[in-house]
C-alpha cells in the first residue's frame, strides 16, 4: 500500500478493526441464507503527510451507484445545512447572478435552501435514486460521479462557480488528487470552496473508530488537508470547529493566492499540534480506546441479558456497522434497531444481521434499553424519544463513553456506566 497523497510507503498500523462488510450494503430477506463479501478495515498513518487511510478495497461505485443514506431524515442536519445557506449568502454576496455548486448533493437538502433564495444552483450525485428525490423536490441535480472530466463539462455547460460546497464528501474518495483538482476545475479564480468533513483530533482523542468504514478512505486534520488541497492549487484560508458528526471542520479553501489565511487557521493547527498529530506518535492511543469502548458496551449488554432485559437499537447508520461488528453484537445482545428511512425497513445490518424496523416499533413494545449507534445525534434523539422514559426504558449512547441520554430528569447510572461525556 502506498500513501495516495503523496505515493510514500511509509505508512504505520494505528487502527485493525478486522474484516467487515461494507457499512451501507444492508440485506434483504432472501440474501440471509448467502455469504457477504468482507474486506479488511484497517486504519494506517502516512508518516510523510501525515494523512490518515484505509485500503481502497471498494469503489465508489459499488456504494454510491444505490444509496441507502437520505440527508433529510436527520432534522438537525437539515437545520444545519440552511444554517450554512444563510450564513454563506451573506458571507459572499450570492444572489440571483451567483452559482453555487454542492458535490455529494444527496437528495437536495442543502441546496433545496439556495432554490428558495432564488440562487442558481446544481446538485452533482451519484446515487440515482437519491439524485431522483432531490430532483422531484425541485432542486436541480446531475447524476455523475464527480472527476475531472465531468468537471471540465459542467463548468462548460454552466460556467464557473462561486460557491462548490463538498460536505462529507472529501473522505470518500479513494483518487483524492484527481477530485481535488476537479474540485478546482469547477470554481472560479475568485471563489470558495467550503469543505466539511469529520475532524481527525476527534477521531483519535476520543477514540471515534466507528467513524472508520470503508467508504471513508481517509481522515483528516487541517494539516493534512492543507496538503491535499494544495494538489488543487487550493489554500486553506479559513476553518470553523463544528459539532457535527461528533466534531467537524469546515474548511474554507480558495484558489492560491487568492486572500491570506485568517487566524482561526493557525489556532486550530496549534489545536492539532498540542494533540501530538502533527507528529506519528500522536495517533497511537486511538487502538486501546476503541478496545476500551468495545470492553465497557460488551459487559453493559451481557448484564442486561442476565438481567433479562429487553434491549433493541435506534437508528442503522454506517457507523453503527462499524460498532456492532467490532463488537460482535448480533440479535442475541440486541434484539432489532429501527430507523426512520423506509428504505431501510424489512432489512437487516451487514455482518452482524440485526433486524431495521420503522420507529414505532419501539413505542409497540416498550423496551427496558434503546442503544442509540448515530450517537453524534445524541441531543435531536434524546428529544425524540424522551417518552421511553413514561413506561421507565432507558437510552443509552455508546460514544464516546457509554453513557445514558437525560430522559427521566436523572442522570445518575449504574455500575461503571459514565453519565456525563466531556465535551
Not at 510514500?8 to 462488510?21: F, K, N
Not at 423536490?137 to 446531475?142: D, F, H
Not at 496549534?270 to 507528529?279: C, D, I, P, T
Request: hydrophobic share 40%.
Amino acid at each position: 500500500m502506498q500513501c495516495r497523497l503523496c505515493d510514500s510507503e511509509r505508512l504505520t498500523s494505528v487502527l485493525d478493526l478486522g474484516a467487515t462488510p461494507p457499512c451501507e450494503s444492508f440485506l434483504d430477506r432472501d440474501q440471509l441464507d448467502l455469504p457477504e463479501s468482507t474486506f479488511p478495515l484497517h486504519l494506517r498513518l502516512c508518516e510523510d503527510c501525515l494523512l490518515l487511510q484505509i485500503p481502497a478495497l471498494i469503489t465508489p461505485e459499488d456504494t454510491f451507484t444505490e444509496y441507502a443514506y437520505f440527508s433529510s431524515y436527520s432534522e438537525s442536519w437539515v437545520r444545519h445545512a440552511e444554517r450554512f445557506v444563510d450564513t454563506a449568502a451573506e458571507r459572499l454576496g450570492l444572489g440571483a447572478d451567483s452559482f453555487v455548486v454542492e458535490v455529494a448533493s444527496n437528495d437536495g437538502y442543502l441546496l433545496r435552501h439556495a432554490v428558495a433564495r432564488g440562487i442558481r444552483c446544481l446538485g452533482i450525485e451519484p446515487s440515482v435514486n437519491v439524485g431522483r428525490v432531490a430532483r422531484a423536490a425541485g432542486v436541480p441535480t446531475e447524476t455523475t460521479f464527480l472527476d475531472e472530466e465531468s468537471a471540465a463539462r459542467v463548468r462548460a455547460e454552466h460556467g464557473p462557480a462561486d460557491l462548490v460546497v463538498a460536505n462529507n464528501v472529501y473522505a470518500h474518495i479513494p483518487d483524492l488528487r484527481g477530485f481535488t483538482r476537479a474540485l478546482r476545475g469547477l470554481l472560479s479564480d475568485d471563489g470558495w470552496l467550503s469543505i466539511e468533513v469529520h475532524h481527525a483530533l476527534n477521531l483519535v482523542q476520543l477514540g471515534q473508530f466507528d467513524t472508520v468504514y470503508h467508504e471513508h478512505f481517509q481522515y483528516y486534520t487541517v494539516h493534512s488537508a492543507q496538503r491535499a488541497l494544495a494538489v488543487g492549487g487550493l489554500t486553506v484560508v479559513d476553518v470553523e470547529l463544528l459539532d457535527t458528526h461528533g466534531g467537524s471542520i469546515r474548511l474554507w479553501a480558495r484558489p492560491d493566492a487568492v486572500a491570506e489565511p485568517t487566524a482561526r487557521v493557525s489556532e486550530v493547527l496549534e489545536l492539532e499540534r498540542a494533540a501530538g498529530l502533527h507528529v506519528p506518535e500522536g495517533y497511537a492511543a486511538l487502538g486501546p480506546r476503541a478496545e476500551s469502548v468495545r470492553l465497557e458496551l460488551l459487559r453493559f449488554l451481557l448484564d442486561c441479558r442476565a438481567a433479562g432485559k429487553r434491549v433493541v437499537g435506534y437508528g442503522a447508520p454506517g457507523k453503527g456497522n462499524t460498532l456492532l461488528n467490532y463488537c460482535g453484537i448480533r440479535p442475541d445482545l440486541l434484539e432489532y434497531t429501527v430507523d426512520r428511512n423506509p428504505y431501510k425497513h424489512g432489512r437487516y445490518t451487514p455482518g452482524t444481521r440485526i433486524p431495521i424496523h420503522p420507529p414505532e416499533r419501539i413505542d409497540a413494545d416498550r423496551p427496558d434499553v434503546v442503544l442509540v449507534l448515530p450517537w453524534n445525534l445524541e441531543t435531536e434523539i434524546t428529544a425524540q424519544l424522551r417518552h421511553v422514559g413514561d413506561w421507565g426504558g432507558e437510552l443509552v449512547y455508546p460514544l464516546p463513553v457509554l453513557h445514558r441520554g437525560d430522559i427521566l430528569g436523572d442522570p445518575v447510572a449504574a455500575g461503571a456506566m459514565e453519565t456525563k461525556v466531556n465535551r
